[in-house]
Nanobody, 126 residues
Framework: QLQVAESGGGLVQPGGSLRLSCTTS????????IGWFRQAPGKEREGVSC????????DYADSVKGRFTISRDSARNTVFLQMDNLKPEDTAVYFC???????????????????WGQGTQVTVSA
């Protein structure tokens, strides 16, 4: 079964930072555009950030622009989401997924993504 694995979540105070990782041992992630999503309790899953296959183009939701940075480490077959200046409204389960329909970032329709991981909990609280 194709599936990625997320890690790096935790409890952090407002203004703090976390770095999330998305990886798999089954296939090279640099063959795909990768998206990060989040889902807060009672809310729909929303797209947070995307990086294209080449790693040269990135996209961010307005709510995280200037605070989050997505990047690739091909040698480690990992996509990172660096989250700085975290806010309580960033609290959610964060997921990564493979873009199945494009090699570039073309929106965040969940149906365009696959190989979803189990998610990692991020809690921002004082």
């Amino acid at each position: 079964q194709l599936q990625v694995a997320e890690s790096g979540g935790g409890l952090v105070q407002p203004g703090g930072s976390l770095r999330l990782s998305c990886t798999t041992s089954r296939y090279p992630l640099n063959n795909y555009a990768i998206g990060w999503f989040r889902q807060a309790p009672g809310k729909e899953r929303e797209g947070v950030s995307c990086i294209d296959r080449a790693g040269g183009s990135t996209d961010y939701a307005d709510s995280v622009k200037g605070r989050f940075t997505i990047s690739r480490d091909s040698a480690r077959n990992t996509v990172f989401l660096q989250m700085d200046n975290l806010k309580p409204e960033d609290t959610a389960v964060y997921f990564c997924a493979i873009q199945l329909t494009h090699y570039i970032c073309q929106g965040y329709a969940p149906s365009d993504f696959g190989a979803w991981g189990q998610g990692t909990q991020v809690t921002v609280s004082a």
